[in-house]
């Protein structure tokens, strides 16, 4: 949610900052109907002031024996224009609000400009691809090993699921577990088991609502399956006020997500880059806003940790403003090396949201003793994508004879296994 108060203050820089994003300046709309509002409400109060005056006259009044009948159509006349301007102020609040809530995050200073991701900028580049003479891709792996079935799934749920079975399930486990263990015991997370259905406000409050509902499943009973463990870990600071000296808190989950890929007709169609159904290991801080910053780079140190345990090659880009999510004020993207398509896939995006999701959530902090509050920083990133990690691990793990080498990191929690071949 944008600040309104800055926006009346400087309202050159929203319309700055949202053709940065590629959109058509809303400043003079928002001041027009903000100023409609304060105007409506400006009349209220004194329509409501001379009522309460104009009673206590028709009172003397009447006490004296003075004529009321001015007074009278006086009163009259308030009535009549009382529910008009209550109208008034609740259209044209409610029509700015919705318009606030569709309005992204204003990008940071350092953002790069550009409309789409050809115009990300890359910032490091860690490990050297496997060198393969005919590289294949996961699902043929998966395929060839008999522990990868989307004929199966589809049966069950149609496109966009999968069925593991073996080795394959028993690696998917693995890698969630090592993903968990890292950041807890390392990285100082505290890990949480959240739920996977949420209310509005909880997806309002990290801003998946109202913009974007058509990618979200909702259950029959107006609950809504997670996206992602940042909605429900986000939320748990949601309408409280945190201690200052405890920031920043740092949370992490190992969850389902769930996203009904509605604008991803044609895409990914097979394998399991894009899934309705995966699992997903979400890293989620809340900073002072003096310490976001800095805790951003923190962040994608803790996600690119993963990779480099796993000895998969991968490469950290700074979206531009045309390819950033809607929250974010600034995105990195880990792009870890799929060799069977040849390219560079996202496997953890992390991003600085400011107090743009605070704002929504009501989350503040302030010195313990204080009364004065500020909105919180929140921040989120993969730490890393699962299922992604497994189809990267599966491509540069693969072997001239289909079986697929396990990284040293991932053993331990495999029995040792080693390497997986058909019949695991």
């Given amino acids: 949610m944008l600040d309104l108060r800055a926006i009346r203050d400087d309202p050159a820089a929203l319309d700055q900052a949202l053709v940065r994003r590629g959109q058509a300046p809303q400043s003079a709309r928002l001041l027009d109907l903000d100023g409609r509002r304060r105007a409506a409400q400006t009349l209220l109060q004194e329509l409501q002031q001379r009522r309460n005056e104009a009673s206590k006259e028709i009172g003397g009044a009447r006490k004296t024996g003075r004529n009321v009948e001015p007074l009278l159509a006086e009163m009259a006349a308030i009535k009549e224009r ?36 050809k115009h990300n900028v890359e910032v490091r ?6 060198a393969l003479d005919r ?25 966009r699921f999968t069925v593991l079975r073996g080795a394959l399930a028993r690696l998917e486990r693995a890698l969630g577990q090592f993903m968990l263990d890292l950041h807890t015991t390392e990285h100082g997370y505290t890990e949480i088991s959240p739920p996977l259905m949420v209310r509005d406000g909880a997806m309002f409050g990290t801003g998946q609502l109202p913009k974007f509902a058509d990618d979200l499943f909702q259950t029959t009973s107006g609950l809504w399956l997670i996206p992602t463990a940042e909605v429900p870990l986000t939320n748990l600071a949601g309408d409280h006020i945190l201690d200052l000296e405890d920031l920043p808190l ?22 399991m880059i894009r899934q309705h159904q995966f699992w997903k290991v979400e890293l989620v801080s809340l900073t002072a806003p003096d310490q976001s910053e800095a805790e951003h780079e923190r962040m994608v140190g803790c996600a690119e940790t993963v990779l480099q345990r796993l000895g998969l090659p991968y490469r950290t880009v700074t979206l531009c403003t045309g390819d950033m999510g809607f929250a974010s004020r600034k995105t990195y ?4 090396w799929l060799p069977g398509q040849n ?10 949201c400011g107090d743009f999701q605070a704002r929504r959530m009501k989350a503040r902090c302030r010195p313990r003793g204080a009364k004065e509050t500020r909105f919180v920083h929140t921040l989120n990133g993969s730490g890393v994508a699962v299922g992604r990690c497994l189809v990267a691990v599966m ?23 080693e390497r997986i071949v058909r019949g695991l």
Avoid at 87 to 110: C, F, K
Avoid at 250 to 271: H, I, S, V, Y
Avoid at 333 to 336: F, L, N, Q, Y
Wanted: aromatic residues 4%.
């Fill in 82 to 117: 009382l529910p008009l301007a209550e109208e008034e102020e609740r259209t044209n609040g409610a029509e700015l609000d919705r318009l606030l809530t569709t309005l992204p995050n204003p990008p940071a200073a350092d953002v790069p400009d550009g409309p789409d991701e």
């Fill in 125 to 130: 580049r860690v490990g050297t691809p496997p």
């Fill in 135 to 159: 590289p294949r891709e996961h699902f043929e792996l998966g395929e060839a090993l008999g522990l990868m079935d989307f004929s199966g799934a589809a049966a069950l749920s149609g496109a």
């Fill in 250 to 271: 740092r949370l992490t989950a190992l969850t389902p997500c769930f996203r009904a890929e509605a604008g991803a007709a044609g895409k990914d169609t097979r394998g």
């Fill in 333 to 336: 993207d880990i792009e870890v």
């Fill in 343 to 352: 390219t560079w896939r996202e496997i953890s995006s992390c991003s600085n």
């Fill in 395 to 417: 491509e540069n793990g693969q072997q001239p004879d289909g079986s697929i080498v396990i990284p040293e990191a991932l053993r331990p929690y495999l029995g040792g296994l």
